[in-house]
């Protein structure tokens, strides 16, 4: 299948700081991303869809100030989580949709991420 | 009604059994149905595309019923590393966000 590669996969920062978290699709065009979180033995819980070149659109309840999203090429999303705080401790994970194709969705490894 | 349900199991099937899984949605328009499944603390992976004429690849058969709006993946000789949790995705059509189901946790016991 497709390659997403998303980066970095663990981090820990301190509360009250930011971390920025990258998509990256490697061999194909994503004209839609998607933003995930889980936690332990739960569901994927979409957070936000990201489309090339406009605002990105997010789900009720995920705040859109914390949760920056820029989808700036075909090839790239970044989440930035903002003003972290230990409540925003999560696996993150980020998924390309193959643009043209059946609908097929790639996934990212995953951002663990842990604020202290 | 949830727009893609599935039976959360657990599933705990003996090696070399065949498997079940069965997922309904809601809209009846959807365009494209998958299967992924995720390992623990991983994440989920493209296991098959289920089309209109169903599909097999290898021990993994899957069918699509439009009229009864559900997909079914069936696991032939299971083995140990199949253990999973086996996610039923919809996506509504081409410009839609994709719908996932719970998912479905698989145990094959030696």
């Known amino acids: 299948g497709a390659v997403v590669s998303q980066h970095p996969s663990r981090v820990i920062c301190k509360s009250g700081t930011s971390v920025k978290i990258e998509c990256r699709s490697l061999?194909?065009?994503?004209?839609?991303m998607f933003w995930y979180r889980q936690f332990p033995k739960k569901s994927l819980m979409l957070m936000a869809t990201?489309?090339?070149?406009?605002?990105?659109?997010?789900e009720q309840g995920v705040e859109k100030d914390k949760f920056l999203i820029n989808h700036a090429s075909l090839t790239l999303s970044t989440l930035t989580v903002t003003s972290a705080h230990p409540e925003d401790s999560s696996f993150y994970i980020c998924?390309?949709?193959?643009?043209?194709?059946?609908?097929?969705?790639?996934f990212g490894q995953g951002t663990r991420l842990t604020v202290v | 009604r949830k727009e893609v349900e599935q039976d959360p199991g657990p599933f705990n099937v003996p090696e070399g059994a065949t498997v079940a899984f069965n997922c309904t949605y809601s809209?009846?328009?959807?365009?494209?149905f998958f299967w992924y499944r995720q390992d623990c603390r991983k994440e989920p992976k493209l296991l098959m595309s289920?089309?209109?004429s169903g599909n097999e690849d290898g021990r993994f058969t899957a069918q699509l019923n439009r009229a009864s709006q559900y997909i079914s993946l069936l696991i032939r000789d299971s083995k140990l590393s199949d253990s999973a949790t086996y996610l039923c995705v919809v996506n509504p059509q081409p410009d839609d966000k994709i719908i996932f189901g719970k998912g479905t946790r698989l145990h094959i016991l030696p």
């Open positions: 809209n009846s328009a959807s365009q494209s």
């Open positions: 990201s489309n090339e070149g406009s605002k990105a659109t997010y």
């Open positions: 998924s390309a949709r193959v643009t043209g194709g059946y609908g097929e969705a790639f």
């Open positions: 289920v089309y209109s």
């Open positions: 061999d194909f065009q994503a004209t839609t």
